[in-house]
């Protein structure tokens, strides 16, 4: 099994890179994230996925952790094969993913091409778990128990009022998460609101 390659880049395609290792050249799917940070004759360390099928082995590559413990996370979903996961990771960063799963914002994961609605479901409900355990989500578990009021969660409010004022859900419900944690359990609504605002103004 090939876990890492450390070489020269030959060439790098659409969907792909050759990576040369002591003359020997490895071809590597990867997502574009990673292919846009790879510059053909220059060096790259790639952690790399193998994945052996009945008639290929098939190389996977990644240049950080992060981005390959997800793309194994993904790929533990049904529906979700290898090219999927390289979709998803080519539109959505680590910490986009982790916290649209824990934001259950299942519009964001419905973007990638290859995921429609049903396995952005999936997805969301799946992984909820993992998102916490193996994202970069800046979630804490804590920050997502506040006391609920009598029109639900300071939580769920505040992410709606910023969603109304024209805030994607997952970058509102991530400066909230961040902005409770800080100001702690006592915080008002108003209070909340304000401080993610000036979150996302930063």
């Given at each position: ?126 992984l909820k778990d993992k998102a916490v355990a193996f994202g970069a989500a800046p979630v804490s578990a804590a920050a997502m128990v506040v006391p609920a009021g009598p029109g639900g969660s300071i939580n769920e409010d505040a992410v709606s009022a910023l969603v109304n004022l024209g805030y994607k859900r997952v970058e509102a ?30």
């Amino acid at each position: 099994m090939i876990a890492k390659l450390k070489g020269i880049v030959d060439s790098v395609d659409t969907d792909s890179a050759v990576i040369d290792v002591g003359g020997v050249g490895y071809l590597v799917s990867a997502s574009s994230r990673t292919l846009r940070d790879l510059v053909a004759g220059g060096p790259a360390t790639m952690l790399v996925e193998t994945i052996v099928r009945e008639d290929a082995i098939a190389l996977y590559g990644f240049l950080e952790t992060a981005e390959r413990d997800w793309f194994r996370i993904l790929t533990t979903v049904q529906g979700v094969g290898a090219r999927v996961g390289l979709s998803i990771l080519s539109t959505l960063s680590p910490d986009e993913i982790a916290r649209a799963i824990t934001a259950q914002d299942k519009a964001t994961l419905s973007r990638p091409a290859g995921v429609g609605a049903k396995l952005a479901a999936r997805l969301a409900t799946e992984l909820k778990d993992k998102a916490v355990a193996f994202g970069a989500a800046p979630v804490s578990a804590a920050a997502m128990v506040v006391p609920a009021g009598p029109g639900g969660s300071i939580n769920e409010d505040a992410v709606s009022a910023l969603v109304n004022l024209g805030y994607k859900r997952v970058e509102a419900f991530g400066a909230v998460a961040r902005v409770t944690q800080r100001l702690g359990e006592g915080a008002t609504l108003d209070a909340v609101i304000r401080a993610a605002l000036q979150e996302l103004a930063r």
